[in-house]
């Protein structure tokens, strides 16, 4: 009997619907030397009070969705399940989580455990807040994943987050509207080699007199807006991406308020007056970093108590999630060949 219900298991597995939820049906396994690929879940709020503070339960809504995507990818032509061991850490601990400042620092220690294995993260948020300290954990000097380097920061977002005029959000210092500024000054980041892509909307009347970028392109980076993307097309924003990343790490940031609202409706601080990217923009710009040393990413700002019955912005997520995991997995099988 127990080997035919052993049976029964096995056959029951491709059904997303069935057993307990993880993110794409991986292992759940909390120990990070157990895998080549740690996918985790960052329930963090307090980073982002400016809109609603539902994006903890982000991390649970995409699990809940991911199961039927355990797939192989159709453009890439491999499958990242089978090329490498994906397991879930499960979330990160967060005991203070109505302190943006504690929940940061609890966040970069739990990276440095995955840094000290050597393993990648591909983490599933939770407000922006949550990549500055996964990036200090991962990436600069003394780092594993990123064999001590800088890393390349590629950015989606409808919002550069590098407000330095601004000392704190709403009391959150190291904030969802500062990272890309202080992981920069903190030797994280290498904003030279780094892009910040969607950037849209109407700019802070504060601001209001700053050039295309402000900040970001004073630090360095080069952004380019959702406008500039509609006008010169995908291939060349790929193009250009990928000339200033070179053969530096790679760092996957995708925030979803960079797409559509018609695509994604369930996202802080969305950005309903200007067009976002299309699931089909989103995911061509994903699959033209093919090859780059990407060694992390991440999915933020999914508000589950706004998404529509469907859960089209859990699947969004989901969709941004695994094209990210397969990156990294592609990266992880070419440098296994090539040894």
Request: contains cysteine; proline residues 5%; glycine residues 10%.
């Amino acid at each position: 009997m127990t080997d035919e219900i052993e049976q029964r298991r096995k056959e029951s597995e491709a059904w997303y619907w069935w057993g307990i939820p993880t993110f794409f049906r991986c292992p759940w396994n909390v120990d990070p030397e157990a895998c080549d690929i740690a996918l985790v879940g960052v329930p963090h709020s307090t980073g982002n009070g400016s809109t609603e503070r539902d994006q903890h339960l982000g991390p649970r809504a995409v699990r809940h969705v991911s199961g039927y995507y355990r797939r192989a990818h159709g453009v890439h032509g491999f499958s990242p399940f089978e090329a490498v061991t994906c397991h879930d850490l499960g979330d990160v601990p967060l005991p203070e989580a109505n302190n943006n400042e504690a929940c940061v620092r609890d966040i970069e220690v739990f990276y440095k455990t995955l840094d000290a294995a050597g393993t990648c993260p591909v983490s599933v948020g939770g407000d922006h807040a949550i990549t500055g300290p996964i990036l200090k954990a991962i990436a600069g000097a003394g780092s594993n994943v990123s064999k001590g380097e800088k890393c390349a920061l590629v950015h989606f977002d409808a919002h550069t987050d590098s407000y330095e005029n601004m000392e704190h959000w709403l009391g959150a210092r190291k904030s969802a509207a500062h990272w890309a500024a202080y992981t920069v000054r903190e030797g994280a980041v290498d904003a030279e080699a780094s892009s910040q892509l969607a950037i849209r909307g109407h700019p802070s009347a504060k601001i209001h007199t700053e050039k295309v970028g402000g900040k970001s392109t004073e630090l360095g980076y080069r952004v380019i807006p959702m406008q500039e993307i509609d006008d010169i097309g995908v291939e060349e924003t790929i193009r250009i991406v990928r000339e200033r990343a070179g053969d530096k790490p790679v760092y996957v940031t995708f925030d979803l308020d960079a797409m559509d609202p018609s695509v994604a409706p369930g996202v802080a601080n969305i950005e309903p007056g200007f067009g976002g990217l299309s699931i089909r923009q989103a995911t061509k710009l994903l699959q033209g970093l093919k090859g780059l040393n990407v060694i992390g990413g991440d999915v933020v700002c999914l508000m589950p108590t706004k998404d529509n019955p469907n859960q089209i912005t859990a699947q969004v997520a989901m969709v941004i999630a695994f094209e990210i995991l397969s990156l990294v997995a592609y990266h992880k099988t070419q440098m296994c060949e090539g040894a």
